[in-house]
């Protein structure tokens, strides 16, 4: 199972829109609502942004936002903040018992 | 407050092995689903291994037979103990409660393991 695909890098001005984009297969984004995003900054931990495709978790900006289409999932930022700079990580439920989960490439957003 | 902290990681030589622990508060870990995600330098994030309150037990192919995942019910820990380590093993690793793919969270600090001669 390979790891899902994200843009490399995604950037733009303070109170910009942007979309990351994560794509996988009909075994993984494409099977379950099951995609999930997450914020990373430098050295820390990462932050569950979206879960179940859609979903904010209490106390997450609702400038995040998440959709999905067939096999690939994404993230929109609005309103594009300086502290919304980081590191960005989609992941899936799949269909196989291993892995369990598989992981985006990774985005790094940067706020111009 | 609900709060996941990472500790026993270090430098190993190559074919040693290290007990990660992972110590909650504020929520029970027999109670939840629990993983563990790793991130190797400058790398992305993987699975790799899942608990289930249940006490099944699932692991990414490229640990399996060599990690064994476990929790300790009277500590309120889970822990990660990994054998026969490789250079790439080396990463952060992270705890984190799992809602059955309705995403991770909360995540530990994480936990440096180094191997290496």
């Known amino acids: 199972q390979s790891a899902l695909t994200q843009p490399a890098s995604v950037s733009g001005s303070p109170g910009q829109s942007i979309t990351i984009s994560c794509t996988g297969t009909?075994?993984?984004?494409?099977?379950?609502?099951?995609v999930s995003w997450y914020q990373q900054h430098p050295g820390k931990a990462p932050k569950l942004m979206i879960y179940?495709?859609?979903n904010r978790p209490s106390g997450v900006s609702n400038r995040f936002s998440g959709s999905k289409s067939g096999n690939t999932a994404s993230l929109t930022i609005s309103g594009l903040q300086p502290e919304d700079e980081a590191d960005y990580y989609c992941?899936?439920?799949?269909?196989?018992?291993?892995?369990?989960?598989?992981f985006g490439t990774g985005t790094k957003v940067t706020v111009l | 407050e609900v709060q996941l902290v990472e500790s026993g990681g270090g430098l190993v030589q190559p074919g040693g092995s290290l007990r990660l622990s992972c110590a909650a508060s504020?929520?029970?870990?027999?109670?939840?689903?629990m993983s563990w995600v790793r991130q190797a330098p400058g790398k992305g994030l993987e699975w790799v291994s899942l608990?289930?309150?249940?006490?099944?037990?699932y692991y990414a192919d490229s640990v399996k037979g060599r990690f064994t995942i476990s929790r300790d019910n009277s500590k309120n820990t889970l822990y990660l103990q990994m054998n026969s380590l490789r250079a790439e093993d080396t990463a952060v690793y992270y705890c984190?409660?799992?809602?059955?793919?309705?995403?991770?969270?909360?995540w530990g600090q994480g936990t440096l393991v180094t191997v290496s001669s």
């Open positions: 504020g929520f029970t870990v027999s109670s939840n689903y």
């Open positions: 608990i289930y309150s249940g006490g099944n037990t």
């Open positions: 009909s075994s993984d984004v494409g099977a379950y609502n099951y």
């Open positions: 984190a409660r799992d809602f059955s793919g309705a995403g991770f969270d909360p």
């Open positions: 179940e495709v859609s």
């Open positions: 992941s899936s439920y799949t269909s196989s018992s291993t892995p369990l989960y598989v």
